[in-house]
């Protein structure tokens, strides 16, 4: 089945410690993004990428990067993880420009420590 | 800009009861809309979706929602609720961007269901 996979599941670090998180998608779809989802609060995008363009929320702390290497592939790197920023990492793809479904992935919980 | 209110943050419904969760957005234009479910730990699965035409959207697992543009209004509805259906539920309002599009989350609605 196509889908949208994210690795790890779950994911722990230490304060100040750099960790990169990981999706893949087999959908073959045009647009990934990324959104945090913190304990009892709705998903907030963080950004997006249509292909190779990159676009950033506009109160995405900087902090927070990304890369998308290919098409299947896109990788959320925290340079400097603070207390604050443990939550849910969820991965999303869609096809284009419309306003259309987004697929998500399982989700990665990240804490830190 | 665009917003989503979902002015129920805890719902508890018995088992085999109705259900109907609330959902009011605030978009300029005409409005895609989502409901999503997301059981716990888990990433978001979408119920269904309104992008234009009947008013009357039917989605998995038995749910269905109606689009009130007069009301800015997109509630979800299932005749009958089973003990798996206990999940969080967020709805969403779409937006097409330059590039991809984005989507705008209530705060969700938690539903709990008794026996």
């Known amino acids: 089945d196509a889908m949208v996979i994210q690795n790890p599941r779950y994911q722990v670090t230490q304060f100040g410690k750099p960790v990169t998180l990981s999706c893949s998608q087999t959908l073959n779809h045009n647009v990934m993004y990324w959104y945090q989802q913190k304990s009892s609060q709705a998903p907030k995008l963080l950004f997006h990428?249509?292909?190779?363009?990159?676009?950033n929320e506009a109160d995405t702390p900087d902090n927070f990067q990304s890369r998308r290497p290919n098409t299947s592939f896109c990788f959320l790197d925290i340079r400097s993880p603070g207390l604050g920023d443990a939550a849910m990492y969820l991965c999303?793809?869609?096809?284009?420009?419309?306003?259309?479904?987004?697929?998500f992935g399982p989700g990665t919980r990240l804490t830190v420590l | 800009a665009q917003s989503v209110t979902q002015p129920d943050i805890h719902i508890t419904v018995s088992e085999g009861a109705s259900l109907e969760l609330r959902c009011n957005y605030s978009?300029?234009?005409?409005?895609?809309l989502f409901w999503y479910v997301q059981s716990p730990g888990q990433g978001l699965q979408l119920l269904l979706k309104y992008f234009s035409g009947d008013t009357l959207v039917q989605g998995i697992k038995g749910f269905e929602a109606e689009f009130k543009r007069s009301q800015s209004s997109f509630n979800l509805r299932k005749p009958s609720v089973h003990w798996s259906d206990a999940a969080e539920y967020f709805c969403a309002v779409g937006a097409t961007m330059e590039y991809g599009n984005k989507l705008v989350f209530g705060a969700g609605t938690i539903l709990r269901v008794k026996s």
């Open positions: 999303a793809t869609s096809r284009g420009r419309l306003a259309g479904e987004q697929f």
């Open positions: 978009y300029g234009a005409t409005p895609y």
């Open positions: 990428y249509y292909d190779k363009d990159f676009n």
